[in-house]
């Protein structure tokens, strides 16, 4: 057996994999909430935040007798964070969230303009011809599903996002009944971590990000990358703070998002997401 391969099977060598969890995502499924008011408030796991994911193998290796819990939610590189999972510790257990397609895109929009964009709803997601900001096969929820299933060898808990806006504290059992750990007494189950903008401050926002169009920094130094970023984010959100002062009748109450548009996605995506309503009732041992 090579170096190598060695250095692969450490990790399940000095770990008991029953003890590892990844919580997965997906981004704008109620990520921010859990991993700051519920991650946070466990009681007997090692949460690790996401800036730590990346050095998962070291630090199970630093508390091989201690469950842990890292979190890395994304979407574009899902299938990579899944595969870099698979070959550390492809025993380990994953959570992941899921979101009916119009109402994630509906998140990813308002998203967007908080992030300094300026691309109008109508060409944000293209049905027909796929030209859109987004496309279509981002939205699919079933090759996320069986690609996880295909590399992972322990348990896997598929969780609804819409039961967390409905039934928040059976949504929050079934993460700590899945992790074995108990909430710390007085954890906020309830309330979001971050509440949504008006349809008011997302059209001021909207419209100055129209009119000052962000740009990367692109320095070779992280530290000004970084801080021309949080400059520009505390600007976003002081337009949106002022925005709650602007007389309603300077503003138009139009909604940004059309309504039929999201019917239609829900339609497009409708066998898709059946799929995934068959994961919700039990927690899957892929193997």
Request: aromatic share 16%; proline share 4%; glycine share 4%.
């Amino acid at each position: 057996m090579n170096k190598q391969t060695d250095a692969k099977n450490s990790i399940s060598d000095q770990v008991n994999p029953a003890m590892v969890f990844f919580h997965l995502g997906l981004e704008k499924t109620g990520s921010t909430f859990l991993q700051y008011s519920i991650f946070n408030n466990l009681k007997g796991i090692r949460y690790h935040r996401k800036s730590r994911f990346k050095y998962f193998p070291k630090l199970l290796s630093k508390y091989p007798t201690e469950k842990h819990l890292f979190t890395f939610e994304t979407d574009a590189e899902l299938f990579n964070t899944v595969d870099i999972v698979a070959e550390k510790i492809p025993e380990a257990n994953i959570i992941l969230i899921l979101r009916r397609q119009d109402s994630w895109l509906s998140s990813k929009y308002n998203y967007h303009i908080r992030k300094h964009g300026r691309t109008p709803f109508s060409k944000f997601l293209d049905l027909r011809n796929d030209d859109g900001f987004l496309k279509k096969e981002s939205f699919y929820l079933k090759p996320k599903i069986e690609y996880i299933e295909s590399k992972i060898k322990g348990k896997i808990l598929f969780l609804n996002y819409h039961e967390l806006k409905h039934d928040p504290e059976q949504y929050v059992q079934r993460i700590t009944s899945f992790l074995g750990a108990e909430l710390k007494p007085g954890t906020d189950v309830i309330n979001p971590r971050k509440k949504a903008w008006t349809l008011k401050q997302n059209r001021v926002v909207f419209a100055f990000n129209k009119f000052y169009q962000y740009e990367h920094l692109g320095s070779n130094t992280r530290f000004l990358n970084r801080t021309w970023y949080k400059y520009h984010e505390f600007q976003i959100h002081t337009i949106a703070f002022l925005a709650r002062f602007i007389p309603s009748s300077w503003v138009s109450n139009k909604p940004l998002i059309d309504k039929e548009f999201l019917e239609d996605v829900r339609t497009y995506y409708a066998e898709d997401w059946k799929f995934a309503e068959t994961k919700f009732d039990f927690v899957e041992d892929a193997h």
